[in-house]
Nanobody, 124 residues
Framework: QVQLVESGGGLVQTGGSLRLSCAAS????????MGWFRQASGKEREFVAA????????NYADSVKGRSAISRDNVRNILYLQMNSLKAEDTAVYYC?????????????????WGQGTQVTVSS
């Protein structure tokens, strides 16, 4: 089992940047596919980005492609999401999630463990 704790959210102006972090407990972090999802108020949770256990494969939602970068540090057990050129529509609670399979997937139901989330608010 793995426990996930997100950090790095906050209030940022349109066009700004944030780097979200997700600290994972447990020795098996390096074996999990990891993902970022977000949920805006009144909306369904949606996929943002995912990364394979090795970091060699990534996948992004079209809405963030070219503006975001997912990465991981398997020594420190940390997942990152760098977000640039932030827009008002990026405002949401951002969650990291861990998937025990080796499939880099957008499907939230495939993920086994979830963090509590961190709020990102983009204001104009």
């Amino acid at each position: 089992q793995v426990q996930l704790v997100e950090s790095g959210g906050g209030l940022v102006q349109t066009g700004g940047s944030l780097r979200l972090s997700c600290a994972a407990s447990g020795r098996t972090f390096s074996t999990y596919t990891m993902g970022w999802f977000r949920q805006a108020s009144g909306k369904e949770r949606e996929f943002v980005a995912a990364i394979s256990w090795s970091g060699g494969s990534t996948n992004y939602a079209d809405s963030v492609k070219g503006r975001s970068a997912i990465s991981r540090d398997n020594v420190r057990n940390i997942l990152y999401l760098q977000m640039n050129s932030l827009k008002a529509e990026d405002t949401a609670v951002y969650y990291c999630a861990a998937d025990r399979s080796h499939i880099v997937t957008e499907v939230s139901s495939n993920y086994d463990y979830w963090g509590q989330g961190t709020q990102v608010t983009v204001s104009s």
